[in-house]
């Protein structure tokens, strides 16, 4: 019996090296420069280009450069009227918003988060979506998880945010990849 529960562990930990349980990796790179958001006194927001059909994800990273560490930067995804929001901050905090008809509801508020990196180490973005359910991940751990159908495939996007609670603040964003069906 204990050879048997060995062998199941044996295998499960080369299940788990080898990625068998890690979400898809994408498959169409979308070219984006990288791009970096200053924000003196309030949100700063820029929409990327659109998505192509067919995209079933996105995964972008983000990192805080210099200034206030009482901060917050992060991703959007939806359209600039409908979108879900993931932010973090240099400190440690994590929060995940909605905004619809104008209107912005607070999913989870600014909390600690163990798996969001601080500082300037780069924290990666990912959002996934299958028949209406978006799941977030931070730095490939799952981070949220709702239904999202408020946008048409054609029109979807992804987004950057940055905030600062106190004095300006630089946050870059980079590698944004789609993953498609």
Not at 33 to 51: G, K, S, V
Not at 140 to 150: D, L, N, V
Not at 159 to 175: I, L, N
Request: hydrophobic share 45%.
């Amino acid at each position: 019996m204990f050879g048997g529960v060995a062998l199941v562990v044996v295998f499960g930990v080369i299940a788990v090296l080898a990625g068998v349980f890690d979400p898809p990796l994408p498959c169409c790179p979308l070219p984006t420069t990288a791009l970096t958001l200053a924000a003196m006194t309030e949100e700063q927001t820029t929409w990327l280009d659109p998505l192509p059909n067919g995209a079933t994800g996105v995964r972008l990273t983000a990192m805080w450069r210099d200034g206030e560490q009482n901060a917050g930067y992060g991703v959007l995804l939806g359209s600039p009227e409908n979108y879900v929001g993931v932010a973090v901050s240099p400190l440690g905090y994590m929060t995940v918003w909605q905004s619809a008809e104008n209107k912005t509801i607070t999913l989870l508020p600014w909390q600690p988060w163990v798996h969001v990196k601080r500082a300037a180490l780069p924290n990666e973005f990912w959002f996934d979506w299958h028949n209406g359910e978006l799941t977030v991940r931070l730095n490939r751990e799952i981070a949220w998880q709702m239904p999202f159908t408020g946008v048409a495939a054609g029109e979807l996007q992804s987004g950057v945010w940055a905030t600062t609670f106190g004095e300006p603040v630089t946050v870059s964003f980079a590698d944004q990849f789609v993953t498609c069906r």
